[in-house]
Every structure is written in structure tokens, then in C-alpha cells.
């Protein structure tokens, strides 16, 4: 029997992206059909953030949140993906935030109840067919819960990233529309005396995944486990960890149209055009002598960028160049502004989320820096080095699970770990990288190695059929 799942997110790749999630369910699916699952998505359509065409109706109906309707459509958008089309929740500038209604606004719980509630009556009126039902992260944590209460679907939950929990006040409960008797206390929705969406979506699921096996590992002690770390450890073996793959068709240096001079691993020669034109777009001295080290991230807190910060004028002092492109934090930010002030022509700060500056970046710097304070998967890193920009990462998470570091003995290995989160360890690990740089023979040995690492997902993929198999027959 080929398996039908259907994987439900607020965020997917074209239609939307905040993060990494979005990368991977636009991905996964295609790659669960190539091993023979039946994988679709279901996922919000929100026309400022799309703006291809849209197929179909295949479906309408009210979902109730509280005492209001809301109607619903379901638009069809190829083959293998379900739109859901409700303005007031999804006609926005934002996945999650509307910063349009002011600081503050915070309707969150209310979205995302929309799309659990569409897929959730979808189901039970037959509209779309499901064996299983695979939710992404905190906002689709209320649907493992329905499906359970309707003896519908079975479900998967994965965990992108914890830190992201969906915790509202208690008194919001009854807008789920679930009894409390059955579904509010501390073996489910309860969470220090408020309702925790990541928690129901662990306690209810049949199974439980996360982007990386070390990933898996670490969440389970206090010290990462926010405050889950007890709910995560009683779910033993349904808690299992399978490493992101990313597409390599859309990350391929070799055909990517967002950069302006293709290259490959067989080729590299043509990188230093590409390095050539970062430097241009970002106002850094054209000097190839000069390492360039690159970042692309969200500008939070676990990312850890705040490390990079302090020690920029040891990099400056080293013959570095540096450019970040991110948005988020300003504080953060504004220290990488100062830097760019500080040091011109030698460091570098894009602001906004640009994808095709992204590519610039990944295909441009020489080294790229990930010093997260913890990291579920991480793609960014995987990206760099399909891009032929050498890792240097803390060891956590998925960093610790994707980047085996450089030996120089035998020439194998893709990058520099640091051990710790912190500025003197990710310092001696950037050191390190720059201390190979001038050895040209052992660093581009480390480049090609990590051009050539495979980040297919076809492994995955196995590994997520045959864990749908598992919870099909269990
Ligand atoms: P996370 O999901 O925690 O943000 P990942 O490394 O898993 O981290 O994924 C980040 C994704 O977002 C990558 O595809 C990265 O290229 C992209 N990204 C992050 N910041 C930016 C930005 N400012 N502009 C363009 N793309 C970005």
C-alpha cells in the first residue's frame, strides 16, 4: 500500500519563508514521491507573499474558532498542494507577524488555528484523504490533537525548532474547540499553567521527529530542553532524529540563475568572479589575498552572530574580510553597522531578507560562519558548502551532524567546529581556517570536499517511509 501523508505548515517553499521549515517542506514531499509515498502539502495561501497563479477550488466550508465561523476555500496550486485561502488570517505582509497592526499585535493562535481547522474538517469530510497526517512544528501542534479525538489520520510531529513553543494563556483553551477535560492537564496542553502548542503537538502525535540525531540527543537534558526536556524524555524511541537534506537542484552552483557566473566542484576557478562581484555589491576592497567570511542568517540570539561581533577586530587584526547579510535583532545589528563604519571596504552588512543575495553570499565568501548557540538542523551551512564556502560552526545540533571537520592528515573533512558557544572557542576555530587559507593545496582539498558532500534527501526520505510504515502498522 503506498502511503498517503499529507504534511501540514504555516510555512512552504514557494508559497512562503521565515526559515528553514519552509526550505524543507517545499522539498521533502517531492522526495517522499520518489520513494513511493503519496506525500502533498497543505499550507496557508497568502497572496502578498505568493503571487503565482492559484488552481482550483476544491473545497469550502466554515471552520469555528471560538463562537465565529470563518470561511475557508482550498485552492489547488499543482498536483501535490492544497492551498488555504482565508483573508483575514493569511491576506498579510507576514507569516507570523502583521507589522502593518502595530507592536504588539498578536493573533497568532487564531491563525494557525485556521489551517489545523481547515485540515482538520478536510479530513473528516473526506476532502482530502489521509493515512497519515505529518505536522511542522508548534503551530500544527493542535492537529495531532484532533485527529486523535476523531479517529481520523495518524500523526507525525516534527520539531524544527524548540525554542518556538505556540505558549498562549489558558483562558484561550476553549477556542480549540477540544474538551478540556480530555485535553487540558499536564499530560497535554498544560505547560506551567498555560497552554503550550509544541506540547500537544508531542504528547498527541504517534510519532515524533526532529531535524538531526544530535539534535534529538541534546533536547531530552534540561540545559536544551526548555522546558520540555521531562515530555521529550518520556517518549523514549518515538522520539527519533532525521537530518534535513536540502534541494540541490534548486542549491546547485552549477545552474544557479541568481548567481552572476556559474561554478562546480570539478570548476571552482570561476568562484573568484562571484567572490569579485560580492565584494562589489558590498563595497569591500576588491583584495583576493584577503579571506572573505560570509553569513546568512536570521539576527536572534541562538544564531550567536553577537560572537562574530566581538571578535571582529581580532579578524580585522587577521586580514579578514567579513559580510553579513541578516535581519532581526538590531542591537546585533547595529554592531555589524558600527564594524562597516568602522572598518570600510572590509566589512560588510546587507540588511533584509534577500534570497538572491543569499546565493551572492553562499556562492561568494571563501569561509561561512554558523556560531549558533544551538541548532536543530540547520541548512544554511549545507547550502555554504554546496557553494564551496568552507563551514566553521559551533559543534551542536545538526552543525555537529553535517560538518565532520577538516583533517589535514588525511585530507578528509568539510570545515572547523568550535566546541562552545562562545567567542574564545569560536574564535580558535575561525583561527584555524584562516591559518589554512594561505596553505592554498589543503584548503581547497577542504573546499571540494565539502562542495562534494551529499546532502540529498533521498535518504531521509527512506527514513521517513519507513517510519510512516512503523506508525501505519503499529
Ligand atoms: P533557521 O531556519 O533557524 O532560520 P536554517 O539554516 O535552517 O536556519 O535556514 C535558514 C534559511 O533562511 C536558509 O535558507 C537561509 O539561506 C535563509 N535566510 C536566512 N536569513 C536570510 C536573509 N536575510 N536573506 C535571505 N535568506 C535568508
Same mark, same amino acid.
Given at each position: 500500500?503506498?502511503?498517503?501523508?499529507?504534511?501540514?505548515?504555516?510555512?512552504?517553499?514557494?508559497?512562503?519563508?521565515?526559515?528553514?521549515?519552509?526550505?524543507?517542506?517545499?522539498?521533502?514531499?517531492?522526495?517522499?514521491?520518489?520513494?513511493?509515498? !503519496?506525500?502533498?502539502?497543505?499550507?496557508?495561501?497568502?497572496?502578498?507573499?505568493?503571487?503565482?497563479?492559484?488552481?482550483?477550488?476544491?473545497?469550502?466550508?466554515?471552520?469555528?474558532?471560538?463562537?465565529?465561523?470563518?470561511?475557508?476555500?482550498?485552492?489547488?496550486?499543482?498536483?501535490?498542494?492544497?492551498?488555504?485561502?482565508?483573508?483575514?488570517?493569511? $491576506?498579510?505582509?507576514?507569516?507570523?507577524?502583521?507589522? /502593518?497592526?502595530?507592536?504588539?499585535?498578536?493573533?497568532?493562535?487564531?491563525?494557525?488555528?485556521?489551517?489545523?481547522?481547515?485540515?482538520?474538517?478536510?479530513?473528516?469530510?473526506?476532502?482530502?484523504?489521509?493515512?497519515?497526517?505529518?505536522?511542522? !512544528?508548534?503551530?500544527?501542534?493542535?492537529?495531532?490533537?484532533?485527529?486523535?479525538?476523531?479517529?481520523?489520520?495518524?500523526?507525525?510531529?516534527?520539531?524544527?525548532?524548540?525554542?518556538?513553543?505556540?505558549?498562549?494563556?489558558?483562558?484561550?483553551?476553549?477556542?480549540?474547540?477540544?474538551?478540556?477535560?480530555?485535553?487540558?492537564?499536564?499530560?497535554?496542553?498544560?505547560?506551567?499553567? !498555560?497552554?503550550?502548542?509544541?506540547?500537544?503537538?508531542?504528547?498527541?502525535?504517534?510519532?515524533?521527529?526532529?531535524?538531526?540525531?544530535?539534535?534529538?540527543?541534546?533536547?531530552?537534558?534540561?540545559?536544551?530542553?526548555?522546558?520540555?526536556?521531562?515530555?521529550?524524555?518520556?517518549?523514549?524511541?518515538?522520539?527519533?532524529?532525521?537530518?534535513?537534506?536540502?534541494?540541490?537542484?534548486?542549491?546547485?552552483?552549477?545552474?544557479?540563475?541568481?548567481?552572476?557566473?556559474?561554478? !562546480?566542484?570539478?570548476?571552482?576557478?570561476?568562484?573568484?568572479?562571484?567572490?569579485?562581484?560580492?565584494?562589489?555589491?558590498?563595497?569591500?576592497?576588491?583584495?583576493?589575498?584577503?579571506?572573505?567570511?560570509?553569513?546568512?542568517?536570521?539576527? /536572534?540570539?541562538?544564531?550567536?552572530?553577537?560572537?562574530?561581533?566581538?571578535?571582529?577586530?581580532?579578524?580585522?587584526?587577521?586580514?579578514?574580510?567579513?559580510?553579513?547579510?541578516?535581519?532581526?535583532?538590531?542591537?546585533?545589528?547595529?554592531?555589524?553597522?558600527?564594524?562597516?563604519?568602522?572598518?570600510?571596504?572590509?566589512?560588510?552588512?546587507? /540588511?533584509?531578507?534577500?534570497?538572491?543575495?543569499?546565493?551572492?553570499?553562499?556562492?561568494?565568501?571563501?569561509?561561512?560562519?554558523?556560531?549558533?548557540?544551538?541548532?536543530?538542523?540547520?541548512?544554511?551551512?549545507?547550502?555554504?558548502?554546496?557553494?564551496?564556502?568552507?563551514?566553521?560552526?559551533?559543534?551542536?545540533?545538526?552543525?555537529?551532524? /553535517?560538518?565532520?571537520?577538516?583533517?589535514?592528515?588525511?585530507?578528509?573533512?568539510?570545515?572547523?567546529?568550535?566546541?562552545?558557544?562562545?567567542?574564545?572557542?569560536?574564535?580558535?576555530?575561525? $583561527?584555524?581556517?584562516?591559518?589554512?587559507?594561505?596553505?592554498?593545496?589543503?584548503?581547497?582539498?577542504?573546499?571540494?570536499?565539502?562542495?562534494?558532500?551529499?546532502?540529498?534527501?533521498?535518504?531521509?526520505?527512506?527514513?521517513?517511509?519507513?517510519?510512516?510504515?512503523?506508525?501505519?502498522?503499529?
Amino acid at each position: 500500500m503506498t502511503a498517503r501523508v499529507w504534511h501540514v505548515s504555516m510555512e512552504c517553499v514557494p508559497f512562503s519563508k521565515v526559515g528553514g521549515m519552509a526550505d524543507v517542506v517545499g522539498a521533502l514531499p517531492a522526495a517522499l514521491r520518489g520513494v513511493g509515498v !503519496d506525500a502533498r502539502v497543505l499550507t496557508p495561501y497568502y497572496p502578498q507573499l505568493y503571487r503565482g497563479e492559484v488552481g482550483a477550488e476544491v473545497g469550502a466550508f466554515d471552520v469555528w474558532i471560538g463562537d465565529a465561523p470563518h470561511r475557508v476555500r482550498l485552492l489547488e496550486a499543482g498536483p501535490h498542494t492544497v492551498l488555504v485561502d482565508q483573508p483575514t488570517a493569511f $491576506d498579510r505582509p507576514g507569516v507570523y507577524d502583521d507589522p /502593518t497592526r502595530g507592536e504588539g499585535f498578536d493573533d497568532s493562535l487564531f491563525r494557525c488555528l485556521v489551517l489545523q481547522l481547515a485540515a482538520r474538517v478536510a479530513f473528516q469530510r473526506g476532502i482530502l484523504e489521509a493515512d497519515i497526517v505529518h505536522c511542522h !512544528d508548534n503551530h500544527t501542534g493542535i492537529l495531532p490533537a484532533y485527529v486523535k479525538d476523531d479517529g481520523g489520520p495518524k500523526s507525525v510531529f516534527t520539531i524544527h525548532n524548540l525554542a518556538y513553543q505556540g505558549v498562549y494563556g489558558a483562558d484561550q483553551f476553549w477556542l480549540t474547540g477540544l474538551s478540556s477535560d480530555r485535553f487540558y492537564g499536564h499530560s497535554a496542553f498544560e505547560y506551567y499553567g !498555560d497552554l503550550s502548542l509544541m506540547k500537544s503537538g508531542l504528547l498527541h502525535a504517534d510519532l515524533v521527529t526532529t531535524v538531526s540525531p544530535s539534535y534529538a540527543a541534546e533536547i531530552v537534558r534540561p540545559e536544551f530542553g526548555q522546558g520540555l526536556d521531562g515530555a521529550l524524555r518520556g517518549l523514549g524511541e518515538r522520539l527519533v532524529g532525521v537530518i534535513n537534506g536540502i534541494d540541490t537542484d534548486l542549491w546547485n552552483p552549477a545552474t544557479d540563475e541568481l548567481l552572476p557566473f556559474p561554478f !562546480d566542484a570539478s570548476d571552482p576557478s570561476r568562484k573568484a568572479d562571484v567572490t569579485r562581484a560580492l565584494r562589489e555589491r558590498t563595497g569591500l576592497n576588491d583584495d583576493p589575498a584577503s579571506p572573505l567570511l560570509g553569513m546568512v542568517s536570521r539576527v /536572534t540570539h541562538q544564531k550567536g552572530l553577537d560572537l562574530v561581533g566581538s571578535i571582529l577586530p581580532h579578524l580585522m587584526r587577521r586580514g579578514a574580510q567579513v559580510v553579513l547579510l541578516g535581519s532581526g535583532d538590531a542591537s546585533i545589528l547595529d554592531l555589524f553597522r558600527g564594524a562597516a563604519g568602522r572598518w570600510p571596504g572590509r566589512v560588510g552588512l546587507l /540588511t533584509g531578507y534577500d534570497e538572491s543575495l543569499a546565493h551572492l553570499v553562499y556562492g561568494g565568501a571563501d569561509v561561512f560562519l554558523m556560531p549558533s548557540r544551538f541548532e536543530p538542523c540547520g541548512l544554511s551551512q549545507m547550502y555554504a558548502m554546496r557553494y564551496g564556502a568552507v563551514p566553521v560552526v559551533t559543534k551542536m545540533g545538526g552543525l555537529n551532524d /553535517t560538518v565532520p571537520p577538516f583533517d589535514e592528515k588525511s585530507g578528509e573533512g568539510v570545515g572547523v567546529l568550535a566546541d562552545w558557544a562562545t567567542a574564545e572557542s569560536f574564535q580558535g576555530a575561525v $583561527d584555524y581556517a584562516l591559518d589554512l587559507w594561505p596553505r592554498k593545496r589543503l584548503f581547497s582539498q577542504m573546499r571540494t570536499n565539502a562542495m562534494k558532500r551529499d546532502f540529498d534527501w533521498e535518504r531521509s526520505a527512506a527514513r521517513y517511509a519507513e517510519l510512516y510504515e512503523q506508525v501505519l502498522s503499529a
